[in-house]
Every structure is written in C-alpha cells, then in structure tokens.
Nanobody, 121 residues
C-alpha cells in the first residue's frame, strides 16, 4: 500500500529546532520529487520546501530559507526537514508530499497525514 508517514513534530520554544521525517513506501518514493508543506489554523496549506529525486534541485519558501534544510535518503526511502531558529509563526501541521514528476514542480499528487509543530513564544 502506498504510504507517506510523517514524524518528529512536537512542542518547542522559539529559537529551538526540530527534525521532521517522512517515511515512504518504495512505490511512492522512487523516482519522484518530494516536498514539505504546512497549514496553520485558519490559513491555506503552503509550500515549505521541495527536493528533486536526485536532490539536485532544492527549493525553499522565503519564509524558511536559511532556517530549514530538506534532505532525502533514496536507499531508506526517507525525507527529512531540519528546522532551526523556529518562530511562533512556524506553528502548523506539516505535511509530507509526493510530486508526480522527478522535479518539485506543479502540485503534489499524494499526501501524508501530517505532524503538528507548535512553537511557543
């Protein structure tokens, strides 16, 4: 069964760090770009970071650039998001997503269930 399972969310103080992980089934992961998105209460889901299958293309939302690092392990079928210098405005449910292509463009076609990140001030 195709699956994307996020982990690593939690409660952290402003300025702290979290590392989110996404475990993917092989059929979901292999050959495809992946990304992280987030949705804060009362707001639309927004892009956070994307990474191509080869990891040769990586992009970030301006709001997290310089504070977050996306990575993937194509042997372990894992994707990670290291988040440093967290701010209260980073509070959201974070979703792992698969793109339909090898590069992170267009809209994802598969989503995980999400993991909550809460940053206290």
């Amino acid at each position: 069964q195709v699956q994307l399972v996020e982990s690593g969310g939690g409660l952290v103080q402003a300025g702290g760090s979290l590392r989110l992980s996404c475990a993917a089934s092989g059929r979901t992961f292999r050959g495809y770009a992946m990304g992280w998105f987030r949705q804060a209460p009362g707001k639309e889901r927004e892009f956070v970071a994307g990474i191509s299958w080869s990891a040769g293309i990586i992009n970030y939302a301006d709001s997290v650039k310089g504070r977050c690092t996306i990575s993937r392990d194509n042997v372990k079928n894992m994707m990670n998001l290291q988040m440093n210098g967290l701010k209260p405005e980073d509070t959201a449910v974070y979703y792992c997503a698969k793109y339909p292509l090898a590069v992170p463009t267009g809209a994802p076609d598969f989503w995980g269930q999400g993991t909550q990140v809460t940053v206290s001030s």
